[in-house]
């Protein structure tokens, strides 16, 4: 089972700075099987990226994703108040057909 | 629009089983699986499994096999998961999902969870 690691475990920034979050894989993964989200307290997760690249709909361009392999990057070029929150990867692998999730990082106001 | 909601907040004992409820709309819900993720308190997100609405199959995630049972209701477009054998670190928020139109493989559609907790 692919295992996935998240880091930092917590990051703290102001508004305006740049957010970069990283998710790394113990196996290869494919990047067509690669989402993103972000979930605020009370609250579910909300899609932000999926295929590692592709924003899903009504998502700011602000956030993009990027990466292949074991390694991929979630940016937030511009960090606005509404973005303090946890981001989660998550993988689809196929053999047997299973859904991972990363352990999460904590985006928090400097 | 799609819409998933969930059944309300459940009190268990240890040892009793919980059975939440996910009512489906804005789609045909035999079209799409619909999955269960879990959330304990304070920590991450935990696949548990899907069903398809159209056949009924299932497949659950290993740590919950003889555990989880994934049902569906298609005359009222209603998935439902029961845990049975309840410990206190079943204590979560369960979720339904639903995966988009244009991947298999990404939760666009949530509920909006239901809290389960195990307390003697």
């Known amino acids: 089972e692919i295992v996935l690691t998240q880091s930092p475990g917590t990051l703290s920034l102001s508004p305006g700075e740049r957010a970069t979050l990283s998710c790394r894989a113990s196996?290869?993964?494919?990047?067509?099987?690669l989402a993103w989200y972000q979930q605020k307290p009370g609250q579910a997760p909300r899609l932000l990226i999926y295929?590692?690249?592709s924003r899903a709909t009504g998502i700011p361009d602000r956030f993009s994703g990027s990466g292949s392999g074991t390694d991929f990057t979630l940016t937030i070029s511009r960090l606005e108040p509404e973005d303090f929150a946890v981001y989660y990867c998550q993988q689809y692998g196929s053999s047997p057909p299973t859904y991972t999730f990363g352990q999460g990082t904590k985006l928090e106001i400097k | 629009q799609v819409q998933l909601v969930q059944s309300g907040a459940e009190v268990k004992k240890p040892g009793a089983s919980v059975k939440v409820s996910c009512k489906a709309s804005?789609?045909?819900?035999?079209?799409?699986?619909m999955h269960w993720v879990r959330q304990a308190p304070g920590q991450g997100l935990e696949w548990m499994g899907w069903i398809n609405p159209n056949s009924g199959g299932t497949n659950y995630a290993q740590k919950f096999q003889g555990w989880v049972t994934m049902t569906r209701d298609t005359s009222i477009s209603t998935a439902y998961m029961e845990l049975s054998r309840l410990r206190s670190d079943d204590t979560a928020v369960y979720y339904c999902?639903?995966?988009?139109?244009?991947?298999?493989?990404?939760?666009?559609?949530w509920g909006q969870g239901t809290l389960v907790t195990v307390s003697s």
């Open positions: 295929g590692a690249s």
């Open positions: 999902a639903r995966v988009a139109e244009y991947s298999g493989y990404d939760f666009v559609y």
């Open positions: 196996q290869s993964v494919s990047s067509s099987y």
């Open positions: 804005g789609y045909t819900f035999t079209g799409y699986y």
